[in-house]
């Protein structure tokens, strides 16, 4: 199950060699955790504003419904094509900072920059691009950082761990879904809008992410460094020449060699996130329509859907965060595998009823079974995953996880043009309906996923 030194033939295994960093973890106080995890808020206080806001303003800037989904395409190609190479070089890097560390601060650098200038966008083409460069620099640290979770904790703390991030997750896409709602409150006024319709809570709400995206990461590398490495594992990668053909033969063999339990958890991934990327395009869009009846996105009626739906999106990731730290007993008692499930189907049943609802208060009841799938969805398919994968391969099986992610994104960017108006009647209310219907079958096929036996050293409840 341990994949050794791979220096001269990448797919050689040698099981004699442990990690040795892996029998040594020192065990971490819960606040040294949680500082460790804090750069996660920055990182996904950005995604709350692409999810939040990136749908109105394309639509500011004249996209069309049905077309919209292909200017989402920078999120799940550049995942695609990023994440991969960035793991399997990050296991590899050796540098004064560590092997995570660079990747996260210049991932951190570009997100902070193009943050500042995405509600500056002068034309739909303009933002489509930037966003490009945003989601490069968003994946160039998201996998590093899961990496570094399972790299500094031993397997007692790693539920825990990544379910920190769930919990960093929720927070972070509360308060970037709920800031343009906030400067309202606080006497800005949503009709204050640039030529192109972009309001000026949005620009706001913008420049703040870019201060927090830096500001965290800097001060999680800065409280919490990386463990030194084993010399021996220092020898053996500065012997070998850091190159992406390397890496990408890295790839190559982990995907070969890949474990049971991973292939498994790609059924249920297709199923959830190809709904979660569906449900924060048209989400807006949706509620526009049933609680405001407007389409015009140049109405005040429309912004005050775009309101609504950055408290709703702040609701039921307040919930996520809570329900993030509620699941760790439960993961404890029942598995990840069954927690996971039943969390599907809560949020199943929620976007079946978001399409039904006219009035604000239902909707906020149904944030709670978004936000309990929500929590889920960021925390226990990493614990269902972290203890069936080669310690010493974390970074490039945690990549290779995120293809699991932005695929279904990316299926979805595709298909969902085509079927939008013949199949879905130009509805961003059935866009709903079919992703409530995708979340119950993720449930299923969650269900299926045959786990690993556990180690002596593996908590219990974390195999089924």
């Known amino acids: 199950r341990y994949i050794g030194d791979w220096s001269s033939d990448v797919c050689s295994s040698d099981l004699g060699r442990m990690n040795a960093v892996a029998s040594s973890k ?30 109105p303003i394309y639509r500011f800037l004249g996209a069309d419904e049905a077309s919209m989904p292909l200017l989402w395409l920078a999120g799940p190609v550049t995942g695609l094509i990023v994440q991969p190479i960035i793991g399997a070089m990050s296991d590899r890097t050796v540098s004064r900072f560590g092997r995570r560390t660079p990747y996260f601060l210049v991932g951190a650098i570009l997100c902070s920059i193009g943050l500042l200038l995405m509600p500056y966008s ?40 990544f379910l920190t991030q769930s919990a960093f997750t929720g927070l972070a896409q509360t308060l970037s879904y709920l800031a343009p709602s906030l400067l309202v409150w606080w006497g800005f006024s949503p009709d204050l809008v640039d030529p192109n319709g972009i309001p000026d809570v949005t620009r706001i709400a913008f420049m703040a992410g870019a201060v927090i995206s830096i500001s965290t990461i800097l001060w999680s590398v800065l409280r919490v460094p990386e463990l030194p490495l084993p010399d021996s594992d220092v ?3 500065r012997s070998e020449r850091l190159l992406v053909r390397t890496a990408f033969a890295d790839f190559c063999c982990a995907v070969k060699e890949m474990p049971p339990t991973m292939r498994q958890l790609a059924v249920p991934m297709l199923f959830q996130w190809f709904a979660m990327f569906a449900y924060w395009q048209y989400i807006a869009f949706a509620l526009a329509r049933s609680i405001f009846e407007t389409s015009d996105p140049m109405s005040g009626a429309f912004r005050q859907a775009v309101l609504l739906t950055g408290e709703a999106g702040a609701a039921y990731n307040a919930i996520a965060c809570a329900a993030a730290f509620a699941m760790v007993p439960l993961v404890r008692r029942m598995g990840a595998k069954h927690m996971h499930a039943v969390a599907m189907l809560l949020s199943g049943a929620a976007m079946l009823a978001i399409p039904q609802i006219s009035e604000r208060a ?31 391969r974390t970074g490039i099986y945690m990549g290779i996880f995120n293809m699991f992610i932005v695929i279904p994104m990316l299926i979805e960017t595709l298909v969902m043009p085509l079927i939008y108006r013949p199949l ?37 409840g974390e195999a089924s």
């Open 424 to 460: 879905l009647q130009g509805d961003p209310r059935n866009v709903l309906a079919l992703t409530g219907c995708l979340m119950i079958a993720a449930c299923v096929a969650t269900l299926i996923v045959r786990m690993p036996r556990p180690s002596g050293a593996r908590l219990r």
């Open 362 to 392: 239902p909707l906020f009841l149904a944030m709670i079974g978004i936000g309990i799938g929500w929590a889920s969805m960021m925390g226990n398919p990493y614990v269902m995953l972290a203890n069936s994968i080669p310690p010493q």
């Open 26 to 55: 020192p065990h971490m106080s819960l606040m040294r955790i949680a500082e460790m995890n804090l750069g996660f808020l920055g990182i996904q206080f950005s995604f709350g504003l692409q999810q939040a806001n990136m749908g």
């Open 122 to 161: 002068p034309s739909l083409l303009f933002a489509a691009s930037l966003l490009w460069m945003l989601d490069a620099a968003n994946n160039i640290t998201m996998e590093p950082y899961r990496a570094y979770v399972s790299d500094r904790l031993d397997e007692s703390q790693r539920s825990f761990g």
């Open 235 to 237: 020898l053996r990668m």
